[in-house]
């Protein structure tokens, strides 16, 4: 069970350490004990879960501050453990082309936006060696779809279309399934940890892989190990944090080529007599600075707003109230102003500004898609590299974030020479 225990951890020792309890942390630590390779996990936050976090607003209703959709949800292995732990999944269709009552375009602008973001993702393709090129070479010139079409990839990607590689875009799989999880994604994924040995409160500092053990120094005393999963977020190790001994120049290196977009959301409370309809809306089809808004999501007197890139970037640094201001101000524009009344504060994130993630999740710059590839692989047998932005085809999301976990510690296994599965833990977290 997760722990947030104060005692030292100095003179520890085991087997495996695994830095960061988001979702790739417990998919390796769910492997290793699955293995029985004896392990801790080290988290820097009070939290498990990292970028996957599910609050409670207006009393009861969970809300999802990261993490929300099961991508690919018919081959996403959440969607499984979620039905195997009593979650709910919710399937039904996420409307994202859709403009609930055709506020703001005029007839027939819906499906001619539509038309154009087609056709940039086919544009797009799905060749894994394609050239990698900035994304805004394949827009069009002139294409007045293009502001929306920037819109689209800062929700996808955290940034515009210049700093996004058009090869790793195409190595994105996605079966273009979206479900959700009606207790929310970031409560499923911290159900994951339960009987998962983690320590809360615990900052890795450095990591030390000179001597024969590593040494994983911590804000709570350092602990001996025979192999090391990083998970943090390529943020971090871009910048050296936490810092390893000796230093691992190519790590930072292709950490720094995926950097970590941003997104964030804005959730509002909303009253049923509002003159507002159910589904999906875009605040304005003419602009790249604009928000996604799910009205009313699984029938809740909620509106949630969804920005990216350089909008949610600015938004951030317009302080708690900036994002609120603008929902407000692209609501009443599509809905009236007699709706403002029917609105009230509820949550904002600012994931660029969290200290243990820096953004949302990695994309890749152009020219730097094979980073991806460079950061995921193991160094001297002991040091092994999870985290979402190491998944060759499912990265910047929370399923191929666990299965990296997964993946890493399998690699552990071996260099470990450890037996094969000997201690199954259940899918719902139950201790055998
Ligand atoms: C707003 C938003 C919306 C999103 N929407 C979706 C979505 O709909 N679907 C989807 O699949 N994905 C979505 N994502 C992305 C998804 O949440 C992430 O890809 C995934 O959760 C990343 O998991 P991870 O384990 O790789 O990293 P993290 O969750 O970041 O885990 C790393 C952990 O390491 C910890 N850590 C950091 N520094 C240290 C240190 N020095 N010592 C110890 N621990 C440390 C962190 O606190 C964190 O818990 C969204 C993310 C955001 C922010």
Redesign the pocket.
């Known amino acids: 069970m997760a722990s947030s225990d104060p005692r030292d951890l100095a003179g520890a020792e085991t087997a495996c350490v695994v ?7 417990l998919g390796a630590a769910r492997r290793l004990a699955e293995a029985g390779v004896p392990h801790l996990v ?4 009070n939290r ?5 976090h599910t609050v409670a607003a207006l009393g009861s209703f969970p809300i999802d ?7 690919s949800g018919d081959r996403n292995p959440w969607t499984a453990l979620a039905e195997a732990s009593g979650f709910t999944v919710d399937r039904s269709p996420p409307g994202w082309g859709e403009q609930a009552g055709g506020v703001g375009f005029a007839p027939g602008e819906v499906e001619a936006f539509n038309a154009a973001l087609g056709a940039f993702y086919e544009a797009v393709g799905e060749d894994p060696d394609t050239e990698d090129r900035p994304a805004s070479t394949l827009l069009t010139a002139g294409n007045r779809w293009n502001p929306l079409i920037e819109a689209v990839n800062s929700y996808v990607s955290g940034t515009d279309t210049a700093r996004t590689s058009v090869r790793d875009l195409a190595r994105y799989a996605d079966t273009e399934v979206n479900w959700r999880v009606l207790e929310g ?1 970031g409560a499923l ?1 911290a159900h994951h940890a339960a009987g998962l040995p983690v320590v809360l409160d ?4 450095s990591i030390d892989h000179s001597g024969p053990l590593v040494r994983v120094e911590t804000a709570r005393g350092a602990v001996a190990c025979r192999a090391v999963v990083v ?3 390529s943020g ?1 190790i871009a910048r050296g ?2 810092r390893f001994v000796p230093a691992l120049p190519d790590k930072q290196a292709a950490a720094a080529g995926l950097p970590l977009g941003v ?3 804005v959730f509002l409370s909303v009253t049923p007599a509002a003159d507002i309809p159910r589904g999906h809306v875009f605040g304005r089809p003419d602009r790249a600075g604009t928000g996604s808004y799910h009205l009313f999501p699984h029938g809740r007197p909620l509106i949630e707003g969804f920005y990216g890139g350089d909008c949610a970037r600015d938004l951030e640094a317009g302080g708690p109230d900036a994002f609120e201001s603008f929902a407000r101000e692209e609501l009443a524009g599509l809905f009236g102003s007699a709706v403002l009344r029917h609105l009230g504060p509820l949550a904002a ?1 600012a ?1 660029a500004a969290d200290p ?2 820096l953004g ?2 990695s994309t890749a710059l152009p020219g730097h898609a094979d980073d991806r590839a460079r950061l995921a692989g193991p160094v001297d047998g002991r040091l092994f590299f ?4 190491t998944s060759p085809n499912d990265f ?6 666990y299965e ?2 997964r993946r890493a510690a399998g690699e552990v296994v071996a260099a470990l020479g450890l037996a094969p599965a000997r201690q199954p833990v259940p899918a719902d977290g139950r201790q055998t």
């Open positions: 830095i960061g309890a988001g979702a790739a942390g080290l988290e820097a936050r498990v879960g990292g970028r996957a501050l990261g993490c929300e959709w099961l991508h994604y994924i615990c900052p890795v500092l998970t943090l977020p971090l944090e936490p997104a964030d959301k994130t994931w243990h993630a949302s999740y999870a985290g979402e932005a910047s999301t929370a399923h191929g974030a990296s976990g």
